[in-house]
């Protein structure tokens, strides 16, 4: 297997979680990258490597570039819209922020406090997705969108590290993929809703201009990967037990959702419109 070299990849994903206390009640000890940085369930040799199983990108003159142009296009349209705004909330992997990006679909908010193990597993989940892309964003080294086309982004403020790291596959539709798949596990009532929602939550990326659709389905693929082979990891299947329940206690306790969806709302009903075939 490809090795990951971890050093190189702290910055874009590890140190863009949030950094805090790991212990938590009943989850036993969690290894960490950095003091306060939980590590993910799996061992590096155990993550999928992106680079063996994903195709190269889209090559210059190639019809699949051809649509990753047309769909950044698209993109632009949102530019100052409900729909930018929550590609703007999405581009933000910081916990705690970040531990309520599905909380409208998943009808249940999230914090480490109500649901700390449910916290954990998004948080260390989101290293595993995040790392199984850097074997082949390294190795690419894709240009975005944004500096091919020296236009601004939905976060002008991360454009400089951005433009440092590879666009190919998506780093943020892997996490979202996985949080998506992992949710609607433990919530398979609100399937449907949840993976709208990863889907949102990845087409951020090409709303904000910093990712090319064809990266954006590349990482939704290396998450399908990660989350299969997490089921093969112990402590991430008690941590999926424990999350389980406490998302039953939360029904039972907080029925009333603390979080305000209407933008969620708005940037799905967005998402949809742009979607459907033009008319003729």
Same mark, same amino acid.
């Given at each position: 297997? &490809?090795?990951?070299?971890? +050093?190189?990849?702290?910055?874009? !994903? +590890?140190?863009?979680?949030?950094?805090?206390?790991?212990?938590?009640?009943?989850?036993?000890? +969690?290894?960490?990258?950095?003091?306060?940085?939980?590590?993910?369930?799996?061992?590096?040799?155990?993550?999928?490597?992106?680079?063996?199983?994903?195709?190269?990108?889209?090559?210059?003159?190639?019809?699949?570039?051809?649509?990753?142009?047309?769909?950044?296009?698209? @993109?632009?349209?949102?530019? @100052?819209?409900?729909?930018?705004?929550?590609?703007?909330? =999405?581009?933000?992997?910081?916990?705690?922020?970040?531990?309520?990006?599905?909380?409208?679909?998943?009808?249940?908010?999230?914090?480490?406090?109500?649901?700390?193990?449910?916290?954990?597993?998004?948080?260390?989940?989101? !290293? =595993?997705? @995040?790392?199984?892309?850097?074997?082949?964003?390294?190795?690419?080294?894709?240009?975005?969108?944004?500096?091919?086309?020296?236009? #601004?982004?939905?976060?002008?403020?991360?454009?400089?590290?951005?433009?440092?790291?590879?666009?190919?596959?998506?780093? &943020?539709?892997?996490?979202?993929?996985?949080?998506?798949?992992?949710?609607?596990?433990?919530?398979?009532?609100?399937?449907?809703?949840?993976? #709208?929602? @990863?889907?949102?939550?990845?087409?951020?990326?090409?709303?904000?201009?910093?990712?090319?659709?064809?990266?954006?389905?590349?990482?939704?693929? !290396?998450?399908?990967?990660?989350?299969?082979?997490?089921?093969?990891?112990?402590?991430? %299947?008690?941590?999926?037990?424990?999350?389980? %329940?406490?998302? !039953?206690?939360?029904?039972?306790? %907080?029925?009333?959702?603390?979080?305000?969806?209407?933008?969620?709302?708005?940037?799905?009903?967005?998402?949809?419109?742009?979607?459907?075939?033009?008319?003729?």
């Amino acid at each position: 297997m &490809h090795r990951i070299r971890l +050093v190189s990849v702290l910055p874009a !994903i +590890v140190l863009a979680a949030c950094s805090g206390p790991v212990a938590t009640p009943g989850a036993g000890p +969690v290894p960490e990258l950095r003091p306060g940085i939980p590590a993910g369930y799996l061992s590096r040799d155990a993550l999928p490597d992106s680079l063996a199983l994903l195709p190269p990108p889209p090559a210059s003159g190639s019809g699949a570039l051809a649509a990753d142009e047309e769909a950044y296009r698209s @993109g632009r349209q949102f530019k @100052g819209t409900a729909r930018w705004d929550q590609a703007i909330t =999405d581009s933000n992997l910081r916990f705690p922020a970040a531990a309520g990006a599905f909380a409208c679909a998943l009808g249940a908010s999230v914090s480490e406090k109500a649901t700390p193990r449910l916290y954990l597993l998004l948080r260390r989940s989101m !290293i =595993d997705a @995040g790392l199984a892309t850097y074997a082949a964003k390294n190795h690419w080294a894709r240009i975005r969108p944004f500096a091919v086309h020296k236009e #601004a982004s939905c976060t002008p403020g991360e454009e400089a590290a951005l433009a440092k790291e590879g666009s190919y596959p998506s780093g &943020h539709a892997a996490i979202g993929w996985t949080w998506a798949l992992v949710l609607a596990e433990l919530s398979p009532a609100r399937t449907d809703l949840l993976l #709208a929602r @990863g889907r949102d939550f990845a087409q951020s990326r090409s709303v904000c201009g910093v990712h090319w659709q064809s990266d954006i389905q590349a990482g939704q693929s !290396i998450a399908a990967g990660v989350v299969a082979r997490l089921h093969a990891d112990a402590t991430f %299947q008690a941590d999926l037990q424990a999350a389980g %329940q406490e998302l !039953i206690r939360a029904a039972e306790t %907080q029925p009333v959702l603390e979080k305000d969806c209407s933008a969620d709302t708005k940037a799905a009903t967005s998402t949809a419109r742009s979607a459907r075939p033009a008319e003729r």
